[in-house]
């Protein structure tokens, strides 16, 4: 799979995962230079996550900017695998919630007038 962020870099990944509504994690592969690929990860870059299987875009990740530790483990071939830990801002998490609980309370209302 590969990742491609709003600023245009994108990279080899894998272990893709979305937990939850706050949580989003992935695993760059084949990373050569670690400051680079550090400095492409910020606010305005990871506000939009795009996921393609060859050419088909099969998901859409926003939000999440707040960074978490690094995980890095170095492969034979001196190549890097960076797995990268993102979390939704608070207010972020707070607006979702909010909408959910707005969502919840009309449903209960349509099903009372039923």
């Known amino acids: 799979m590969i990742i491609k962020l709003k600023n245009a870099a994108q990279f080899n990944a894998i272990n893709i995962i979305q937990d939850a509504t706050d949580r989003f994690k992935f695993t760059a592969t084949g990373v050569i230079d670690y400051k680079e690929f550090r400095d492409t990860l910020n606010t305005q870059s ?4 795009k996921v393609f299987t060859g050419k088909s875009l099969v ?3 926003e939000n999440f900017t707040q960074l978490m530790p690094l995980e890095i483990s170095e492969q034979e071939d001196g190549t890097l695998n960076i797995t ?3 979390h939704k801002s608070s207010e972020e998490v ?3 919630s909010a909408l959910e609980d707005a969502v919840n309370k009309i449903i209960l209302t349509e099903l009372g007038a039923l």
């Open 94 to 96: 707070s607006r979702i």
């Open 59 to 61: 998901g859409v990740y």
């Open 84 to 86: 990268v830990n993102l």
């Open 46 to 49: 990871l506000a939009e996550i």
